[in-house]
């Protein structure tokens, strides 16, 4: 099990052995209305009318079967919200900073802004959790958005091999590469535990 306890995020029952061999944490990253929430909702299965009649969730968990073999995330996407101080702010970053067993740092194709924020928060986690091989994935997303496009793959790609991440682009909107990018999450985490393994 890797060395965070695998229970789910405030949750008051702490998980059993057996299902912590393959539950893990991912924190989404990114500014405000880059796409983290319905990227989630879609990883989730959550409609869009349903998140509109229910009260949003900060945490969402979902079984993937990959390569043949099951894995669960807890995925977690509370890093901005409306309506709390800038002292639980301060709390829930460092929080969502310690927890993740895997980050996915978000920014939307269309928002250059979004895209430097990127870099910082992958900066931040570089020094937060300085000595461990974290997975982190660096998602382009609003793929959709053809015209308003302000960040190019290539861009997208390089920032990625220099912040030593994966890169994927996605469009929620149009459901591309949702699956592959959670998917992907799952690949990067396996990889690290069979190299701690061996
Ligand atoms: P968050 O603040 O990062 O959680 O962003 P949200 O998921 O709330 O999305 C912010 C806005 O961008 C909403 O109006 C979404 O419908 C829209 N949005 C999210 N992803 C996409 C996308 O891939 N394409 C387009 N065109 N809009 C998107």
């Known amino acids: ?13 702490s998980s059993s052995d057996e299902s912590c061999e393959s539950l893990y944490r991912v924190v989404l990253l990114g500014d405000p209305g880059v796409g983290k929430t319905s990227l989630v909702n879609l990883f989730a299965g959550v409609q869009e009318k349903d998140s509109l009649e229910q009260q949003r969730e900060d945490t969402y968990e979902r079984t993937l079967s990959v390569d043949g073999e099951e894995t669960t995330l807890v995925v977690i996407d509370t890093w901005e919200a409306e309506k ?88 929620a909107a149009l459901q591309h590469n949702v699956t592959e990018l959670f998917e992907g999450v799952v690949r990067q985490i396996r990889l690290r535990q069979d190299s701690k393994e061996a």
Request: net charge negative.
């Open 1 to 13: 099990c890797l060395p965070e306890p695998c229970g789910g995020w405030l949750s008051e029952s």
């Open 84 to 171: 709390r101080s800038s002292e639980e702010d301060n709390w829930l970053h460092n929080y969502c900073m310690q927890v993740g067993n895997a980050y996915v740092i978000v920014y939307s194709i269309t928002d250059r802004g979004s895209f430097e924020s990127a870099s910082e928060l992958r900066i931040q986690l570089r020094r937060t959790r300085q000595a461990e091989n974290i997975p982190i994935i660096l998602v382009g997303n609003k793929t959709d958005l053809v015209r308003s496009r302000e960040v190019s793959v290539e861009e997208g790609r390089a920032c990625a091999v220099v912040f030593d991440c994966k890169f994927i682009e996605t469009s």
